[in-house]
């Protein structure tokens, strides 16, 4: 039997592993350094998107097969390092995502009140990582940086009442911040132009559907320059989100409690304060011929006390992995990897930390998919791990003192989550609290649960 370590399970680790099951005479183990898996499925799909939340349904069927195990809860680089894994595995698939966000590399960005989308996001989906009073929202106005729907959700996570969102899954002590939340404007910020922005017209329609904020667009923004004009009129995709903001742009405002104000080329340039956040400096920009967004040199500030930014996200290394500190990803030929230019026997990469932060969920399917071809490819030439016992690797962390949570564990938290909702009148609470989630794993049937 082929032993495979896939490690992060996210949607590229856990379909690298359902194709290797598939293939048969392969034993998979899903590393993750969670007690959970799913990745972004659970940690970056907003609360009020059950129905992309719902893809974890698909992806649990794959932990269903005999061959493929779930260890969560082990760091590897800490718990364990690269040369164990080629002890107990013949190969190994890296696929822990892009889990960092890129920065502006403008003054100010280090205050108080100034921080990434990402951080947000962990924080209002209850990452074990977040800290619970990581965000107060007692901000009145707020400016979002990005023009994808990470920045989409975020705006519209901060335009919602509590009220809205309590039927979700959001965390008790997140409820309770939006509840109290004094934000009343919210600016979403683009350096280009609506024809550049990287919204779905769904998500986009969503911003506008929302019933406790009026969408505020100034009709000039959406005024389209030559270029841009041409890119509306041969991407239907790009003509759908230009006529749903120009209809925002009709509307007459109703008075609703918070305000969206969704503004086009502007550059930030400077966060603003002294102890804190108070505001954010932009410049005007115009788009040259190639799209690209260059400064006019007239300024303008924005009133904010948080300051959020959304402009992509970047990998991080793993002791003992090679790494691309420019690209943010592993360096890697068609999923094998390679160190001083050439393939590493045994090593390969799968989803964002192999292309980049770039395609949805269903897209590393096909990237999983490509790299799983490659080791299956490999296999007979793989350097064969001298440690046959499936069990062994659990004993040396068990020896390290790592409590590994097995997939019988992860369900024992998903038992206990769906007790909190059913005690609060919803369908699911999410434990956000690492210890937490680990006397939860410990109080489920199964092995190896710490």
Known sequence: MLRVAVIGSGPAGIYAAGALAQHGDVLVDVIDRLPSPYGLVRYGVAP??????????????????????????????????????????????????ASVDRRLAIPGEDLPGSTSATEFVAWYCGHPDAPPDGFTLDARSVAVIGMGNVALDVTRMLAKSADELRTTDLPEH??????????????????????????????????????????????????????????????????????????WAARTPEGRPRRVHVRFLLRPVEV???????????????????????????????????????????GLPVHG????????????????????????????????????PTGVIGTNKHDANETVAALLADASALPLAPVRDPDAVLELLRERGVRVVTWQGWRAI?????????????????????????????????PEQG
Do not use: C
């Open 414 to 446: 998903e038992l206990t989550e769906a007790r909190l909702g059913q005690a609060q009148g919803r369908q699911r609470a999410k434990i956000a609290d690492r210890e937490a989630m680990l006397r939860a794993a410990s109080d489920g049937p199964g």
């Open 174 to 247: 997140v409820l309770d911040a939006l509840a109290a939340s004094q934000v009343e404007d919210i600016h979403l910020i683009g350096r280009r132009g609506p024809a550049q922005a990287k919204f779905t017209t769904k998500e986009l329609r969503e911003l506008g559907d929302l019933t406790n904020a009026d969408v505020l667009v100034d009709p000039r923004d959406l005024e389209l320059d030559e270029a841009s004009e041409l890119m509306r009129t041969n991407d239907p995709l790009l003509r759908r989100n230009v006529e749903v903001m120009q209809a």
């Open 321 to 356: 992995v090679p790494f691309d500190e420019t690209t943010g990803v592993i360096p890697n030929a068609g999923g094998r990897v390679l160190r001083d230019d050439a393939v590493a026997p045994g090593e390969y990469v799968a989803g964002w930390i192999k292309r980049g």
């Open 48 to 97: 009020d998107h059950p129905k992309i939340q719902s893809i974890s349904r698909t992806l649990e069927k794959i932990f269903e097969d005999p061959a493929v195990r779930f260890l969560g809860n082990i760091e590897v680089g800490t718990h364990i390092d690269i040369e164990d894994l080629h002890r107990f595995y013949d190969g190994l698939i890296f696929a822990h995502g």
């Open 272 to 314: 603003l304060g002294t102890d804190r956040v108070s505001g954010l400096r932009v410049e005007h920009t115009r788009l040259d011929e190639r799209g690209n967004a260059t400064g006019t040199g007239e300024l303008s500030d924005i009133d904010a006390q948080l300051v959020l930014r959304s402009v992509g996200y970047r």
